[in-house]
């Protein structure tokens, strides 16, 4: 394991539970934001769930490669389905996803090279 991968993947652990927590909680913004791409609130938990999920792959990456794979690549899907539904809104704020997948990308990319 790369100093590198640890750095990314705790870092994209990290702010995948904040995203996960807002969600669970229906913070009031999230909310508006999120609903205001099609996405309905009954998608709330699995959305959070997948987040959570993704966040502790990541962790448990550190230790067991594949499951840091596995993670990394479910979490850059994750966030091609939300650029997805950014771009059929018509929605410009796509800052977010996008940096949030390219960390995906990263994460993956050095759990491979780190092998």
Do not use: C
Not at 74 to 91: I, K, S
Not at 96 to 101: D, R, T
């Amino acid at each position: 394991m790369s100093v590198a991968y640890a750095v990314v993947a705790i870092a994209l652990a990290a702010a995948l539970v904040m995203s996960a927590t807002a969600k669970l909680t229906r913070q009031p913004r999230i909310v508006e934001a999120i609903t205001g791409l099609g996405v309905p609130v009954t998608w709330f938990p699995p959305l959070a769930a997948a987040e959570i999920a993704g966040a502790v792959g990541l962790v448990v990456g550190l230790w067991v490669p594949a499951v840091g794979i596995a993670a990394g690549i479910g979490v850059v899907l994750y966030f091609v389905g939300a650029v997805t539904f950014h771009v059929r809104a018509n929605d410009r704020e796509l800052a977010a996803p996008v940096v949030l997948g390219l960390l995906a990308v990263a994460a993956t990319v050095l759990r491979i090279l780190s092998l």
